[in-house]
């Protein structure tokens, strides 16, 4: 029997996140469970975007989370780079969305028009921009765009890391600080115990600690039924396609499209209602690999080397669900949609939160409560 100041379940982006910060923030002894289930590769199956852009248009409270943790992302990967050793390959050259004829392109227009609306009432404003598309052609000289493609949503200050390094510094800085993470290991039920404290069950083993943090994605709901909780979260299937290596051509991503430092196309991305799934289908790759082509034709003279899906975490309104258990103050459940995006802020907004050191204002407007009024 092991015991630990602070138990995270879950070894995701998220889990990951927030058990570094809260090692960073000496919370003790913080051990880091995850199952490694192959349906729940969400972490490890995503494009890889730092974005704000389109986030929050319902919502300016969510708007202005993105865009807090966009402006974090810089400071944030210098600093995990030095202290995690890994090149997290981040390009902070902007980010677009491309139209496809005229209808498109003012559809667009008018909800860039009502994001900066929303964004207004949080105070901020809102630097996107819609360019027709001979000016963004001088943008990338060097893959040329499709004849269809009428203009680009573009937004300068965002860009696109390697998720997957990204997920193995968040580790490896977490026990580099000290933190233990148990890869493989399954936890099966969170007892809470006396004064306010808990033990985590996990294959046969106790494991009491103060507080717990559950990060298990799809896996949430499971550990949260005998507790008298739920989180109104659903699963999207996304797939994604990946071509051979090429020289450099494009150094913007697309939401359609991104090269990765190494010269890999990533075509993307489908939203899927067909529950948790993961498979990748024939019909889902040709559409993303049409679309593809109709923004760069050029494209269609290389390879597809592999594809693979992943069943997004999603939430009725978009926005992510932090929140302490309204009946077990010391257990917090994190659920969300864009965990790369938002990383930052479960170091500099999260951890504290669950330390009890600092509250950010917005997270009181996050909590699972929002959605029983
Ligand atoms: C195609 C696609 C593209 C995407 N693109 C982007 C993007 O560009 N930018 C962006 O910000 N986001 C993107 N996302 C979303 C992003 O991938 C997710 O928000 C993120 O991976 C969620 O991380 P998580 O840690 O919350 O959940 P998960 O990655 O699901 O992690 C949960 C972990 O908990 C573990 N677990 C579950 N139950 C237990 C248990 N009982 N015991 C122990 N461990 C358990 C699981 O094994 C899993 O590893 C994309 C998603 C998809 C599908």
Same mark, same amino acid.
């Given at each position: 029997?092991?015991?630990?100041?602070?138990?995270?379940?879950?070894?995701?982006?998220?889990?990951?996140?927030?058990?570094?910060?809260?090692?960073?923030?000496?919370?003790?002894?913080?051990?880091? /469970?995850?199952?490694?289930?192959?349906?729940?590769?969400?972490?490890?199956?995503?494009?890889?975007?730092?974005?704000?852009?389109?986030?929050?248009?319902?919502? #300016?409270?969510?708007?202005?989370?993105?865009?807090?943790?966009?402006?974090?992302?810089?400071?944030?990967?210098?600093?995990?780079?030095?202290?995690?050793?890994?090149?997290?390959?981040?390009?902070?050259?902007?980010?677009?969305?491309?139209?496809?004829?005229?209808?498109?392109?003012?559809?667009?227009?008018?909800?860039?028009?009502?994001?900066?609306?929303?964004?207004?009432?949080? $105070?901020?404003?809102?630097?996107?921009?819609?360019?027709?598309?001979?000016?963004?052609? $001088?943008?990338?000289?060097?893959?040329?765009?499709?004849?269809?493609?009428?203009? /680009?949503?573009?937004?300068?200050?965002?860009?696109?890391?390697? #998720?997957?390094?990204?997920?193995?510094?968040?580790?490896?800085?977490?026990?580099?600080?000290? $933190?233990?993470?148990?890869?493989?290991?399954?936890?099966?039920?969170?007892?809470?115990?006396?004064?306010?404290?808990?033990?985590?069950?996990?294959?046969?083993?106790?494991?009491?600690?103060?507080?717990?943090?559950?990060?298990?994605?799809?896996?949430?709901?499971?550990?949260?039924?005998?507790?008298?909780?739920?989180?109104?979260?659903?699963?999207?299937?996304?797939?994604?396609?990946?071509?051979?290596?090429?020289?450099?051509?494009?150094?913007?991503?697309?939401?359609?499209?991104?090269?990765?430092?190494?010269?890999? /196309?990533?075509?993307?991305?489908?939203?899927?209602?067909? $529950?948790?799934?993961?498979?990748?289908?024939?019909?889902?790759?040709?559409?993303?690999?049409?679309?593809?082509?109709?923004?760069?034709?050029?494209?269609?003279?290389?390879?597809?080397?592999?594809?693979?899906?992943?069943?997004?975490?999603?939430? #009725?309104?978009?926005?992510p669900i932090y929140s302490r258990l309204r009946d077990?103050p010391a257990i917090t459940a994190i659920a969300l949609?864009?965990?790369?995006?938002?990383?930052?802020?479960?170091?500099?907004?999260?951890? #504290?939160?669950?330390?009890?050191?600092?509250?950010?204002?917005?997270?009181?407007?996050?909590?699972?409560?929002? /959605?029983?009024?």
């Amino acid at each position: 029997m092991e015991s630990a100041d602070i138990i995270v379940i879950g070894g995701g982006l998220s889990g990951s996140a927030v058990a570094l910060g809260l090692v960073r923030l000496g919370g003790g002894k913080v051990l880091l /469970f995850d199952e490694q289930l192959p349906s729940q590769r969400l972490s490890r199956g995503n494009f890889g975007l730092t974005w704000y852009m389109c986030k929050g248009g319902s919502s #300016p409270v969510y708007a202005k989370w993105c865009r807090m943790a966009t402006e974090q992302w810089p400071a944030f990967a210098a600093e995990l780079e030095e202290e995690s050793g890994y090149d997290l390959e981040l390009e902070w050259t902007g980010g677009a969305v491309h139209a496809v004829g005229e209808e498109q392109f003012a559809a667009y227009e008018q909800s860039v028009q009502s994001l900066r609306e929303t964004c207004k009432q949080a $105070g901020l404003d809102y630097p996107v921009r819609m360019i027709r598309r001979e000016e963004f052609a $001088g943008m990338i000289p060097h893959l040329p765009i499709g004849e269809a493609v009428t203009g /680009f949503m573009y937004a300068a200050d965002q860009g696109h890391v390697n #998720p997957l390094k990204l997920l193995g510094a968040l580790r490896a800085e977490f026990q580099k600080r000290g $933190g233990r993470y148990f890869c493989g290991k399954s936890v099966t039920a969170i007892q809470p115990a006396t004064a306010g404290s808990c033990v985590v069950l996990a294959d046969g083993e106790r494991f009491p600690c103060a507080k717990v943090v559950i990060a298990a994605g799809h896996g949430t709901n499971k550990l949260l039924a005998p507790l008298g909780e739920r989180l109104p979260i659903y699963p999207q299937r996304g797939q994604l396609l990946v071509t051979e290596r090429h020289p450099r051509l494009l150094d913007i991503p697309i939401l359609a499209v991104r090269q990765t430092p190494d010269g890999t /196309f990533v075509i993307g991305l489908s939203t899927e209602e067909t $529950g948790h799934d993961s498979q990748v289908t024939m019909e889902a790759m040709k559409n993303q690999a049409a679309n593809a082509i109709t923004l760069f034709p050029s494209l269609a003279r290389l390879n597809w080397v592999r594809a693979w899906g992943a069943v997004r975490v999603m939430t #009725p309104d978009g926005a992510p669900i932090y929140s302490r258990l309204r009946d077990y103050p010391a257990i917090t459940a994190i659920a969300l949609h864009s965990a790369v995006s938002l990383a930052p802020l479960k170091i500099s907004a999260i951890a #504290p939160w669950i330390l009890g050191v600092k509250e950010t204002e917005q997270i009181s407007s996050f909590s699972n409560g929002r /959605f029983h009024v």
